[in-house]
Each structure stands twice: as structure tokens, then as C-alpha cells.
């Protein structure tokens, strides 16, 4: 009896682990369709408490749809439109800021001659200066190309708030012992719009911080890099870092490596405070899933779905963590995903 028991679970894992990867390649060749579709997917979930909200305060479901759908398509647009003209701009004086870049470089290793002449180089070989300086540009150009689909997602948003609401209700028709399943729906949507709301607040505020700051101590572009470090904010553990390469590489270029250090100086006080003081006391008990595992997901849906897969690692990678908690035969990979203690 306990052989059965055992194959019939080996074999359930095995086509679990089929299925995945069948899955995985869907989307990635599908990349196109199933972005949108799941940006409409989490956007819906950060809209349902504002609609259930003016359902309570009796406001028909239509109506609380359209007017919560509209505010959001309008941060929608006026963020599209900030995020194209920045681009535009920044593209347009990126061949001369890599140009004088690599002079203030050039002039540095010059200047400090010696050993020190070498590590320059070194340096200026590491961090390739053109590359460096189009990073920017190649992630709101990949963010730009989401905010496109916008009409696709917003329709799909729209569709998604109506079904919600009587979602519970058709499965309670559908299914005679229907309450596990309805628990198990509450525990991953409320999961998810936990983070994605918090997520989106505390990316919200570090990017009007970084802008504020840079545009005060005079770097070009100040809309770009706080949009920049909003989008990238929600890539765990490094977006931070990597939002801050390209204004600090700015800064050197107009003001010298002394204004440039304080620029990575602010950078780092205002993800600091953000980080370690603000969303821990926010999120409690945080993600749930350990850094490796948050690293490893960055890259895996990168790889699966591109730009926006980075910024949707972790609510894709918390989706299977949750419904791998809920089946006692995959418990234990969903506890391999999880912090230590």
C-alpha cells in the first residue's frame, strides 16, 4: 500500500514538473500576449479593494469599475507620456554623454598616473561606459513598450473587475464542496495584493524621493532617473543598485567624481531608509522567500518574459510558492523557497 502511495506521488511530481516546463515555454513563446495579460491580472488585484469599497458604500458594480479603471488609466497615460518624452530626450544626448564620459574617465587615469593608471583602465574596461550609460534608456524603453499595450490591458482589467466580484459565487455552483477551493483562492489573492499594493507605494515614494534629490542637485533629467528607480524598485535586492548606476555616471559627467559620490551617497541613505526602516515595519514578516531564490527568479523570468518578467518576479515566483503551500505532496519544495531561520 505505502509503494503505491509513493509512486502515485512520484508520478504526480514528475507530470507536475512536466507541466511546468511545458508551461514555461508557452509563455516565453507567447511572451507578447502573456505580459499584458498578467499586468491586467495584478492591476485587477490592486483595484479589487477599491471597487469592493464603493460596492459597500452602494455604488453599483459598473460604476465602481469605470471610475476606479479610469484613475488608474489615467496614471497610466501620464506616466506613459513622462516615460516616452524622457527617453526621447535622454536617447538624443547619449552619444555626447558617452563621448565626454569617457573623457572624464580618460582625464582621471591621466591625473592619477602610475598604478593607479591601470586600475582606470581596468575600471573604464569593467564598466563600459556606453552600455552603462544606455541601460536607462533600454529599461523604460522596455517599460514604454508595456505602457503600448495599455488599451489591450485596461480592457482585460475591466473584464477581470467584473468577474471578480461574482467569481465566488460561480464556483459555489460549479463545486458542491466548494470551500477549500475558495480558501485556498482568498489566501493567494490576498497574498498577492498585499504585495503588490505595499510593492507599489514604497516604489511609488523612492522614486519621487530619487527625483526630488537629483533634480536638487542639478542632474539632467531628473524625471527619467525617478521613474527609473519606481520601475526598477521592484527588482528585489539589486534594482536598486541598478537604477542608481546611470544618474551617478551622469553626475560625474556634469559636475566631476565629487558631486557624483554624494549623488551614489543619496542613493544609498534614501534605499537604506527605505529598505531597513520603512517597508520592513510595512510588510512585516517581508516576502517569504529566501534572496537566492529571489535572485534566481529575477533571472529566470528575465529570461521567460523579458523587462517587465524582472519587475513580475517576485509576485510569479510568490503565486507558485502559495500554491505549492497548498498541496501536502509539494509542502516541501514550497519550504525550499523560503527563508532560513
Known sequence: ??????????????????????????????????????????AALVAAPAVAGLQRKNVPTWAAVMVVVLAMAMIVILLGVLAGTSVQDFSAKLPGYERQLTERLQG????????????????????DPGKAMSFAATVLDGVSGVLTNSALILFTMILLLFDLTSFPDKIRGAVPNSKPILDYLDTV????????????????????????FVGLMGVDFP???????????FIPNIGSILAAVPAVLLAMIQFGPGKAMVIAA?????????????????????????????????????WVLGTPGMLLS????MTIK??????????????????GR
Open 314 to 317: 517576485v509576485p510569479l515566483t
Open 223 to 233: 524625471v527619467l532617473w525617478g521613474l527609473l528607480a519606481f520601475a526598477l524598485n
Open 189 to 212: 489573492t490576498n497574498s498577492l495584493k498585499r504585495y503588490i499594493v505595499i510593492k507599489s507605494l514604497i516604489s511609488l515614494f523612492t522614486g519621487v524621493a530619487v527625483g526630488l
Open 322 to 339: 502559495i500554491g505549492l503551500e497548498s498541496h501536502s505532496d509539494s509542502r516541501w519544495v514550497a519550504a525550499l523557497l523560503a527563508p
Open 108 to 127: 582621471l587615469e591621466e591625473f592619477i598616473g602610475g598604478r593607479g593608471e591601470t586600475v582606470i583602465r581596468e575600471l573604464m574596461n569593467a564598466i
Open 266 to 302: 543619496g542613493y544609498v541613505a534614501i534605499n537604506v531608509i527605505v529598505g531597513n526602516v520603512i517597508e520592513p515595519r510595512i510588510t512585516g514578516q517581508g516576502l517569504g522567500l529566501s534572496t537566492l531564490v529571489v535572485f534566481v527568479s529575477l533571472v529566470f523570468w528575465g
Open 1 to 42: 500500500m505505502n509503494q503505491t502511495a509513493d509512486s502515485g506521488r512520484k508520478t504526480r511530481f514528475l507530470l507536475g514538473i512536466i507541466a511546468f516546463i511545458l508551461v514555461i515555454a508557452a509563455m516565453k513563446e507567447a511572451q507578447a500576449l502573456v505580459v499584458p495579460l498578467l499586468l491586467a491580472l495584478y
